[in-house]
């Protein structure tokens, strides 16, 4: 049944991977292999030996002379100890996602323009790759991306240049997300499975993450693409939809922010944290709101509301759901392989079997190349499950080095393809970039960020 169980992860994986080669979205794959991995558990309970128990994170070798009746307790708690576990990182990233929805309704986005007052493509280029790495910490990679793109397309008229820019704006929005615990989905996932703490992760991972931001720019500020300046555009500039907007990008970005403040001060899950910051930013979005309204006039040119329902309301109808029910699949999917102690076999026989490549940590440690090449792997699958394996297979304690490399090299990894993150997905998509087009131009100083940050990190963790 075990052998069943993983070729069902094996071709639902594929499946993931083939998105858009099948032309079927992630999520069906992910929750149909999620089903179907736990009803195999549950249909084939009694011919398993051994069984992995996350709560106490140990492989309980006597499961196979357990009762059937001990054997389905077992598993219907670990069951819901997973669930709990992936529900807290639902709940999070719905509160972080309604928060930005809320921000963008009051077109509070638009604020980011104003910082643009040159026409020089060089610095041009260094203003968006600075945002895009600060920007990602804060809001998630992907969202920066698509807040960037969209500014890039009012400031920037030739397709063919801002494809420059938006390749450059990938690999520094998913370098800025390495380091934050808000900001990459996979980075999250280690903060909330306690592997990581946001002090370490920043110290760890800040510079090694410049760098992979700053060097790509570096580079790419050379290159013929980037030289001279913009063509003037005649077009007026573009009033916010709101009187309200900059006050409630600073008001969102504050509430996010304050997460790791709230957990690290109360010691409670970030979601609770998350979904505190979600009703503040509620309260002041509601209020505003309803003072654009006059029981006289509601549609005098100083009214500038999109409608008489609640802004809450129509940012969680844009709520991506097919993001939350993919993560649901693929991280109960890794969990399935995580109670059968299978992942904890692969890493068991994965440590000593490679040279590290810097700083020994004994005979049981995991080799840096294993790391570097999850990193380049995530360029070619979804990160997210790698990470999630990654969660299921390795137990050292929280905020070993292992993880922090993991944070890095999963975060930014994925800029080597365009298909290898969410942001790079999200660019392709908004700007009809060609594959092979950023595989030739963009992937070679992606890769190089990467390296580059790589080897600073292998510095940077001799320090703590």
């Excluded at 140990?58 to 576990?85: N, R, S």
Aim: glycine content about 8%; charged content about 15%; overall charge negative.
């Amino acid at each position: 049944m075990e052998l069943v169980i993983i070729l069902v992860f094996v071709v639902g994986y594929l499946a993931i991977t083939l998105e858009h080669t099948l032309k079927i979205d992630k999520l069906i794959p992910a929750l149909v292999m999620m089903a179907i991995c736990w009803a195999a558990i549950a249909l084939g309970l009694d011919s398993f030996t051994q069984w992995f128990d996350s709560g106490q994170h140990a492989l309980l070798e006597t499961f196979g002379g357990l009762a059937h009746e001990e054997k389905l307790h077992l598993m219907e708690e670990t069951l819901l100890h997973h669930l709990g576990k992936t529900a807290e990182i639902l709940v999070f990233l719905l509160g972080a996602m309604t928060i930005v929805e809320i921000i963008d309704y009051f077109d509070g986005f638009s604020t980011i323009k104003s910082f643009v007052k040159t026409k020089s493509k060089r610095k041009i280029l260094w203003v968006f790759s600075f945002l895009a790495f600060i920007l990602s910490a804060i809001i998630d990679n992907l969202t920066a991306t698509i807040v960037l793109i969209s500014i890039l397309q009012k400031i920037v008229k030739d397709r063919d240049v801002r494809m420059w820019y938006a390749g450059l704006i990938i690999i520094a929005a998913n370098a800025g997300g390495a380091w934050s615990p808000i900001g990459d989905v996979t980075t999250t996932m280690l903060w909330i499975g306690k592997k990581v703490t946001t002090g370490h992760l920043i110290g760890y991972l800040l510079a090694p993450s410049f760098l992979c931001m700053f060097v790509p720019s570096l580079i790419a500020s050379f290159m013929p693409a980037f030289k001279g300046d913009l063509e003037s555009s005649d077009e007026d500039e573009e009033k916010s939809k709101s009187k309200y907007g900059a006050r409630m990008l600073y008001l969102g970005l504050a509430g996010i922010v304050s997460v790791p403040i709230f957990k690290s001060v109360t010691h409670l899950p970030p979601y609770v944290g998350m979904m505190l910051a979600l009703g503040v930013v509620a309260v002041f979005a509601e209020v505003y709101t309803s003072s654009k309204f006059s029981i006289s006039d509601i549609e005098t040119e100083d009214n500038d509301t999109h409608g008489h329902h609640s802004p809450v309301h129509e940012s969680l109808s844009k709520i991506e759901l097919p993001s939350i029910l993919f993560f649901l699949g693929i991280l109960m999917a890794v969990a399935a392989l995580e109670s059968l102690g299978i992942l904890f076999d692969l890493a068991s026989s994965l440590k000593g079997t490679m040279p590290r490549l810097g700083t020994e940590l004994g005979e049981e440690g995991v080799s840096d190349l294993v790391i570097l090449l999850l990193g380049v792997g995530s360029a070619v699958i979804d990160n997210v499950p790698l990470v999630a394996a990654s969660l299921g297979m390795f137990s050292e304690p929280m905020d070993n080095e292992l993880w922090h490399f993991i944070a890095y090299s999963a975060g930014t990894g994925g800029s080597m393809l365009i298909i290898g993150s969410a942001a790079g997905v999200v660019a392709m998509g908004m700007e009809k970039i060609d594959f092979f087009w950023y595989l030739k131009k963009i992937s070679w100083l992606a890769l190089v960020g990467f390296l580059v940050g790589s080897a600073a990190f292998m510095v940077t963790r001799t320090l703590f």
